[in-house]
């Protein structure tokens, strides 16, 4: 059993890895830099995708209840039409049943 002294736990070497030069502090910033402009450049992608999703959905959720309350419309207008025409069956019935009597 390994233990805390082991070398397998022990901290790695310090230093480039064997056949890498040494980096200098100079790479070190340049990379953090890049890393950096890197990072905003994709939290600008996806706060710009964010909000194209959001007006996307909001045309979307829109269109949909623009389809829905003409639907509801439609069926209005039939409804009353329906009724209209009932209507005026009963009234034409009720003047044949007047003029029979």
Same mark, same amino acid.
């Given at each position: 059993?390994?233990?805390?002294?082991?070398?397998?736990?022990?901290?790695?070497?310090?230093?480039?890895?064997?056949?890498?030069?040494?980096?200098?502090?100079?790479?070190?910033?340049?990379?953090?830099?890049?890393?950096?402009? #890197?990072? =905003?450049?994709? +939290? !600008?992608?996806? &706060? %710009? #995708?964010? =909000?194209?999703? +959001? !007006?996307?959905? &909001? %045309?979307?959720?829109?269109?949909?209840? !623009?389809?829905?309350?003409?639907?509801?419309?439609?069926?209005?207008?039939?409804?009353?039409?329906?009724?209209?025409?009932?209507?005026?069956?009963?009234?034409?019935?009720?003047?044949?049943?007047?003029?029979?009597?």
């Amino acid at each position: 059993r390994a233990g805390f002294n082991s070398p397998v736990l022990a901290p790695a070497v310090p230093g480039p890895a064997p056949g890498q030069k040494e980096s200098s502090t100079d790479d070190r910033d340049e990379i953090n830099k890049l890393l950096e402009e #890197s990072e =905003a450049r994709v +939290a !600008k992608i996806v &706060q %710009t #995708s964010q =909000a194209k999703i +959001a !007006k996307n959905l &909001q %045309t979307e959720v829109h269109m949909s209840f !623009k389809k829905f309350d003409k639907s509801i419309h439609l069926q209005f207008q039939q409804q009353q039409h329906e009724i209209n025409e009932l209507r005026r069956i009963a009234k034409e019935a009720q003047n044949n049943f007047d003029r029979v009597w």
